[in-house]
């Protein structure tokens, strides 16, 4: 069942899961400099999940699945809040990480990581 469910907002953990995201890009970064691309794939995907649910903390929302969660994102979209390039990127990334972590095949390329692995719209976020 796709739903979104309300649940108190909360500013603190919006801030926290904004710090969160640039632990993870920090890290994210250094992994991709020394060669560990899987890591640093898998870590940017932590950098875009922690971002957008900055925004479900600071909305009161709480999505159950990937489905309400690029639903939610494209309400802002819609509003000219969020760029449609980032909830792009966002629903890429996701895949990529997934496909990294689950599934057999190439590992990920250098190029890859900094085509957008490494969170390259995610300074323009602003909550």
């Given at each position: 069942m796709n739903?979104?469910?309300h649940v108190p907002p909360s500013e603190e953990n919006a801030e926290e899961s904004l710090a969160r995201a640039e632990l993870y890009l920090e890290e994210s970064r250094m992994a991709a400099a020394v060669g560990a691309?899987?890591?640093?794939?898998?870590?940017?995907?932590?950098?875009?999940?922690h971002a957008a649910q900055a925004l479900?903390?600071?909305d009161?929302?709480?999505?159950?699945?990937?489905?309400?969660?690029?639903?939610?994102?494209d309400t802002y979209v819609d509003t000219g809040d969020l760029e449609e390039e980032w909830l792009t990127y966002f629903v890429w990334m996701r895949g990529k990480r997934r496909d990294n972590q689950y599934r057999l095949g190439p590992d990920p390329t250098a190029k890859?990581?900094?085509?957008?692995?490494?969170?390259?719209?995610?300074?323009?976020?602003?909550i």
């Open positions: 739903r979104l469910l691309y899987k890591i640093s794939l898998n870590g940017a995907g932590l950098v875009w999940y479900f903390f600071r009161g929302i709480r999505g159950n699945n990937q489905f309400c969660t690029d639903a939610y994102l890859e990581v900094a085509s957008g692995a490494v969170a390259r719209i995610y300074p323009n976020i602003v």
